[in-house]
C-alpha cells in the first residue's frame, strides 16, 4: 500500500509541476489576462453597448431627416394631400 501511495504522489507533483510550467509559460507570454486587460476587457464591452445604443439613436434620426427633407422638396399640395389622407 505504501508503493500506491508514493506512486500518486510522484504523479501529483508530475501534474502540479507541468501545471505551474504551463501557467509560467503563458504568462510570460503575456497571454493571461492581467489587471490592465481585464479593464480593458471590461471597457471595451461597456464602449460595445454604448456603441449599439448611439447606431440605433442614428438610425433613428437619419429616418426623421429623410422624413423632413421630403417635406421640404415635395410640392405643398402634395404635402397638404398626404397630411389631409393620414387624418
Known amino acids: 500500500m505504501d508503493a500506491e501511495i508514493v506512486v500518486v504522489t510522484i504523479t501529483a507533483m508530475v501534474l502540479v509541476a507541468w501545471l505551474l510550467n504551463s501557467l509560467i ?3 510570460q507570454k503575456g497571454q493571461l489576462p ?4 481585464l479593464e480593458a476587457a471590461r471597457e471595451a464591452r461597456l464602449l460595445s453597448g454604448e456603441n449599439a445604443e448611439l447606431r440605433s439613436c442614428v438610425s433613428r434620426l437619419e429616418e426623421r431627416v429623410a422624413v423632413l427633407e421630403q417635406i ?4 405643398a ?3 397638404a394631400r398626404e397630411i389631409e389622407e393620414l387624418r
Open 25 to 27: 509559460r503563458t504568462w
Open 34 to 37: 492581467t489587471g490592465d486587460k
Open 77 to 79: 399640395h402634395r404635402t
Open 72 to 75: 421640404a422638396t415635395d410640392p
